[in-house]
């Protein structure tokens, strides 16, 4: 396919739009992926940092082992790749990394498994005998984890007790904070440090996510719209999508502690290679650690993570890269439903796409169907290498429940990529099937590639 030759621009070319790209349209049409450049979308964004920014005030004069020193944005919000998810009601979801920095001990870090490293502390203690000697311990990524969630969760929970007679301003003033937080608007209904207006909606701090079974507990806010611009999609288990402007968004945001470290320091844990980073970023002097287990599920192991390199890889390079990776998410959550293909693994993917890509046209399709390509490859080898570190996605890691199975989703798997080599689908995106309803078009085109990537369950 020439894509250097295709057009997008209305003309007698627009027919020779690949299939997918013209899928993208139905669905961008449709107001299945987050429009950035709406207001309410801009103020949501603002107002989510500002809490949390209120939040750190609160939680660094609340806890005495460590403070946050700051929080690292990530994530398709930030990379401007997130896609409406199906879900009961309209979310939005945020992914900060909040660095951790103890206020008496020291850290350092040890080996772990691929990918992963270990996290030491050293603590200096008073004997019996009056002497100072120091300890070692390993950092068990749980225990961290639960007393973050404790101090967020004990806050969360002292917001806004209403006291008529409160004088002492709320957690994020100069005042210090005091073991209930007050409202610092005696007059509203809500607190003054723990609520945010815009000129479109306000914001408000709900709790902690209780339902997740994983220890990672996401911040849950609430969006109340006072305009109701912001246009989403309701779509059934049937993909009918429906246009709707909702006057509440449930905000979630993964707020998860980690560390940093200096690469330079500790060259020997990486085997003297560096890690390799896209091309189009900058190489890093730190690395994180974050609080992930290990496939083996060791508690003392906590992943390595470039998530800023990640970010910045994904929103410096061209669009239709990022389009390819939302069509990914598109098969994931509304076609294919717990699919394998995770976006943990197809970040790797896209990511080395990004440094391979040749395609000299705008159009998204070649890049999409080199990605599944690839990712094609990886399941027939076995194989996912994490972009950045190069150690295996895979590692430990079961897919099928028989060779059958593996059998039939490699065959239809490689049906789907010969099919969007050769754009067999824009047969159904022609002009008489514009016709029909775009949301029809959009699940009929779906639930065929649905149908490719799923078949083998049945066996």
């Known amino acids: 396919m020439a894509c250097s030759k295709i057009q997008k621009d209305g003309t007698g070319a627009r027919d020779m739009v690949p299939a997918m790209d013209k899928l993208y349209d139905l669905m961008h049409e449709k107001h299945v992926f987050i429009n950035y450049s709406q207001p309410e979308i801009e103020d949501i964004s603002k107002a989510v940092q500002i809490l949390l920014t209120r939040l750190i005030g609160c939680y660094n004069n609340r806890n005495g082992r460590f403070v946050i020193t700051k929080f690292v944005p990530g994530g398709s919000m930030v990379e401007k790749t997130r896609i409406w998810e199906n879900q009961q009601g309209p979310m939005i979801e945020f992914d900060f990394l909040v660095l951790l920095q103890y206020r008496y001990e020291a850290q350092h870090v040890g080996y772990g498994c691929p990918g992963h490293l270990k996290l030491l502390n050293f603590k200096t203690a008073r004997g019996d005998d009056g002497k100072y000697t120091m300890t070692e311990e390993e950092l068990r990524a749980d225990e961290v984890v639960n007393e973050h969630n404790s101090v967020i969760s004990n806050i ?15 957690c994020g003033c100069d005042v210090k904070c005091s073991d209930v937080v007050c ?15 815009t000129g479109s909606g306000w914001l408000e701090f709900e709790g902690l996510e209780d339902e997740t079974k994983s220890f990672l507990k996401p911040i849950i806010m609430k969006w109340h719209s006072n305009s109701q611009t912001l246009i989403k999609p309701k779509i059934s288990k049937e993909i009918d999508i429906v246009e709707t ?10 707020f998860i502690p980690g560390f940093q470290f200096s690469r330079s320091r500790i060259p020997e844990l990486f085997e003297c290679n560096f890690p390799k980073f896209p091309n189009n970023v900058q190489e890093p002097d730190e690395f994180f650690l974050v609080p992930k287990l290990c496939p083996k599920q060791h508690p003392t192991c906590w992943r390595i993570s470039y998530c800023a390199s990640e970010v910045q890889s994904m929103t410096s390079t061209h669009q239709k890269h990022r389009d390819a990776y939302k069509m990914i998410k598109v098969f994931k959550n509304y076609a294919l439903e717990n699919t394998i293909l995770s976006t943990y693994f197809m970040k790797s993917v896209v990511l080395r796409h990004i440094d391979h890509c040749e395609a000299d046209g705008p159009e998204m399709q070649p890049c999409l169907t080199e990605m599944l390509e690839y990712t094609y490859k990886c399941f ?4 996912l290498p994490h972009f950045v570190l190069g150690h295996d996605l895979f590692e430990n890691r079961i897919f099928f429940q028989n060779a059958k199975q593996e059998e039939v989703f490699l065959k239809n ?30 699940k009929d085109m779906l639930q065929r590639i649905a149908k490719l990537l799923t078949s083998h369950r049945q066996f």
């Open 156 to 170: 969360l929970e002292d917001i806004c007790k209403k006291n008529t007679n409160c004088t002492v301003h709320a």
């Open 183 to 197: 409202c610092s608007d005696q007059t509203s209904n809500s607190c003054a440090t723990f609520r945010v207006d």
């Open 245 to 254: 402007s909702p006057n509440e968004i449930k905000i979630m945001a993964d």
């Open 380 to 383: 027939k080898r076995h194989e």
């Open 413 to 442: 798997f490689k049906q789907l990529v010969s099919e969007l080599k050769k754009d067999r689908f824009r047969r159904f995106l022609t002009e008489e099937g514009k016709k029909t309803k775009k949301s029809l078009q959009i």
